[in-house]
């Protein structure tokens, strides 16, 4: 079975430092891997995905993650945040061998103070 | 281009009744997947449509069903709702079934008292 951990409920940062939002997975073959956002009372939106190639990817409003194999993990990154980007992140998976669904984590509130 | 798009945002039903929730996909986009969303919990997985069928399943009772139209819009079904029930329903469109990305709609918030 696949899983996703973000360790962290929370995060605080403050505007201008980078910040970093924990994530770990669990699968039985390669990964696919998804971060998303939510803002209060809306849908998620997709933010960035690795697939295969460069472990370093770079998503939409400045973010990035990196893929770690030995360790498992992706975590979501910025060199500057902004108080905008206090919001509800979620970490995704999905077993890249068949037709597996996409497992979410439980979410990590990114708060941003200025 | 228009995104995802849910109707109706939100809806109270009491114990017992049925419930149908709908689903536009992003233009071009072929598969829609549901999720449920507890409060303070992450999307769970519910189905998957693809060519008008159901291709996957979560770990949700047959009182959830569905339908996907050759238009690739799509219909969430839930009867005998239970309390346990309410959540926010959130409808995931993508092309294919793999490696693409899902992008979400607003959700329908689903009240049953």
């Known amino acids: 079975a696949q899983s996703v951990a973000q360790p962290e409920d929370q995060v605080n940062v403050a505007e201008g430092n980078p910040l970093t939002v924990k994530c770990t997975y669990s699968?039985?073959?390669?990964?696919?891997l998804f971060w998303y956002v939510q803002y209060p009372n809306r849908g998620l939106q997709f933010l960035l995905k690795?697939?295969?190639?460069?472990?370093l990817v770079k998503g939409s409003y400045g973010f990035e993650a990196e893929f770690n194999k030995s360790q498992t993990s992706f975590h979501l990154k910025k060199p500057s945040a902004l108080v905008s980007d206090s919001a509800l992140y979620f970490c995704a998976v999905r077993d890249v061998v068949g037709y597996s669904t996409l497992t979410f984590g439980k979410g990590t509130m990114l708060l941003v103070s200025p | 281009d228009a995104g995802v798009t849910q109707s109706p945002t939100h809806l109270i039903k009491t114990r017992g009744q049925q419930v149908t929730l709908r689903c536009s996909p992003k233009s071009g986009h072929d598969t829609v997947s549901w999720y449920q969303q507890a409060l303070g919990q992450g999307p769970q997985f519910i189905f998957q449509y693809y060519e008008e069928e159901e291709r996957q399943r979560g770990n949700f009772p047959d009182r959830f069903s569905g339908h996907q139209f050759p238009n690739y819009s799509s219909e969430l079904n839930v009867n005998a709702l239970l309390l346990g029930d309410s959540a926010l329903y959130l409808c995931a469109s993508s092309l294919g079934q793999l490696r693409s990305a899902q992008y979400f709609g607003p959700g329908t918030r689903l009240l049953v008292l």
């Open positions: 699968v039985s073959g390669n990964p696919y």
């Open positions: 690795y697939i295969t190639g460069d472990n």
